[in-house]
Nanobody, 131 residues
Framework: QVQLVESGGGSVETGGSLRLSCAASGSAFDIISFGWYRQAPGKQRELVASTSDNGRTNYAKSVKGRFTISRDNAKNTMLLQMNNLNPEDTDSYYC?????????????????????????WGQGTLVTVFH
């Protein structure tokens, strides 16, 4: 079993920066795709940024140019650097990952594109941006 552990949330003034990190516990399973989502109370969870195993990235329009997602495949970790934060970024942020129970290593998943993936979520970390 693999779990995602998040850290780095907190409170910051408008224009400030925060860095979120997400680590997959243990080394039993490689995470093929990582992503950050955010959710405000009563609203749907939305994608903030994602990165695939080959480093390809995708960003929500609202954060493009301000946030940077990166990953370290060897360590099974992901970072989200958030700059120029504004109050609209205040949310709970959730780490998301996909892995294969039957093919634990990235190389095996890449060799078999039809591999069924399982998804996991972190517990969430709160980001508050105040005026």
């Amino acid at each position: 079993q693999v779990q995602l552990v998040e850290s780095g949330g907190g409170s910051v003034e408008t224009g400030g920066s925060l860095r979120l990190s997400c680590a997959a516990s243990g080394s039993a399973f490689d995470i093929i795709s990582f992503g950050w989502y955010r959710q405000a109370p009563g609203k749907q969870r939305e994608l903030v940024a994602s990165t695939s195993d080959n480093g390809r990235t995708n960003y929500a329009k609202s954060v493009k140019g301000r946030f940077t997602i990166s990953r370290d495949n060897a360590k099974n970790t992901m970072l989200l650097q958030m700059n120029n934060l504004n109050p609209e970024d205040t949310d709970s942020y959730y780490c998301h990952g996909e892995y294969s129970a039957g093919r634990p290593r990235l190389c095996a998943i890449r060799a078999h594109p039809d591999t069924t993936l399982l998804e996991i979520w972190g517990q969430g970390t709160l980001v508050t941006v105040f005026h």
